[in-house]
Structure formats: C-alpha cells, structure tokens
C-alpha cells in the first residue's frame, strides 16, 4: 500500500484562484511529519511547508497553509491567490518516527501533482 | 550563499563506466541524503548518513556506494553504470531533531545520462 497518495496527477487553476492539493497519508506511527515541495521546471526542490502531527494548528507559510485532518489522515495543501510562478510540480512527503530524535529516515513521496496555473 | 551544492549537474557517460557525484552543504546540518527521482519525477530514498554512520540503506545495488569525509560532505559512487541508473540524483541535508528541524533541504540535482 502506498504511504502517500496524491490522487490528482495534473491540475489547471486559473490565476488568482485558490489551489487545493490533496494528500493523505498511511501510517501506524503517532509521532510524524509531513511536508509539502515544489519543483518548478528548471528542477531544483523547494521546501514550502511542514506539518508535525502533534500540531494543534495548522501550519502556515505565507500563502501557503496545509489543511491537516488527522482522523482522515490528509494533509493537503492550499494555495491562496495563485500565481503564475506557482506553475510546478508538488509533492507532499511524509517522515515517520519523529519523536525518538534519534534515526535518519529518509521522506516518503508521494507522486506528485502537476500545477499549471493560467493567465 | 549555496546551502547544498552538487557537482556535476549534468553527466552523461557510457554504460559500464564508473563516475561520482559530490555533495557538499554549509548549512551545518549533521545528516545526509541521496534521493533518486526517476523518469516518472518519483523520488525515492536511497541512503542517509549521520555523523559519518551510514544509517539506513535501502534496497539499491550494491553498486552505488555513498562516502562522507565529513559530516558537510557525502559522495555517491556508482560502479559499472547501467542503462537503468539514468535519472536525476539529489542530495539533501538535514539537522535531526523533532519537528521542523528535521527539514531536509535539497540539492539542484544531478541530471545522469547512461548511454
């Protein structure tokens, strides 16, 4: 079973609008995290967001916000006014067994969703 | 200003060939990461390294090999290249912890063309 599934492979949003890329996540653990990442075409991995599952709030970065329902097991991420630079592959990730400090687990990806945004 | 650098970006080679890929972050992290992405931009962990200890290796042949001179360094090697090994290698970094210093940070890539 995946670990993290992205469900929309490709999405078009027009400028301005609102994005919400979905996430959610499979895992027994209690104490994780979960990331989101954007990788425009030029390629590089650009760190946006992160979510610790003992968070009570939400976590925010600018425009960026991550809706995080953990009885569903979704963290999906929300894009507010969107621009046409936010044309870009997403992943979302997920890091499990945060809480011992100790251990250097690599993320789990997800497939990734392709945002196009139009003018 | 670079907080993880790789070099090269681009390397093509021919199959059989043996070729490395550094990586190198100021960031003062004490953990290290190579990460494959595939032809499908699916990425997947390949090893870490903390304090010079390799920590976890996933099932990758035993043909790459990763090697950390220091905790601000951490090479791949990969021995007799095959056509399957073309694909885009990333290094990532991190400081451990809990919470959101456990960020990895990225490298731009290493784009590795098996001829």
């Known amino acids: 079973a995946q670990k993290i599934t992205q469900t929309q492979p490709g999405m078009f949003v027009q400028e301005k609008e609102a994005v919400t890329l979905d996430c959610t996540y499979d895992t027994s653990d209690q104490s994780y995290g979960l990331f989101w990442y954007k990788q425009p075409s030029s390629g590089e991995m650009i760190f946006l967001i992160y979510q610790g599952s003992y968070d009570e709030q939400n976590a925010t970065e600018g425009r960026y916000s991550l809706n995080f329902q953990k009885a569903r097991k979704s963290a999906n991420l929300v894009i507010s006014a969107s621009q046409l630079g936010d044309s870009a592959m997403y992943f979302c990730?997920?890091?499990?067994?945060?809480?011992?400090?100790?251990?250097?687990?690599?993320?789990?990806f997800g497939k990734g969703t392709h945002l196009i945004i139009q003018p | 200003d670079t907080a993880v650098s790789q070099t090269p970006k681009y390397l093509v080679t021919q199959m059989g060939n043996d070729k490395s890929i550094k990586c190198e972050q100021n960031?003062?992290?004490?953990?290290m990461y190579w990460y494959k992405q595939d032809s499908k931009k699916f990425l997947k962990i390949m090893f870490s390294?903390?304090?010079?200890?390799?920590?976890i290796n996933e099932t990758v042949p035993n043909r790459f090999s990763p090697k950390s001179p220091d905790k601000a360094h951490l090479n791949l090697h990969i021995n007799s290249l095959e056509l399957g090994d073309s694909a885009v290698y990333f290094c990532?970094?991190?400081?451990?912890?809990?919470?959101?210093?456990?960020?990895?940070?990225f490298g731009p890539g290493t784009r590795l063309t098996v001829l």
């Open positions: 390294y903390n304090n010079k200890e390799l920590i």
């Open positions: 990532a970094s991190s400081l451990l912890g809990s919470g959101r210093t456990d960020t990895q940070y």
């Open positions: 960031l003062g992290h004490d953990t």
């Open positions: 990730a997920m890091r499990e067994s945060q809480d011992s400090g100790g251990g250097a687990d690599g993320l789990t």
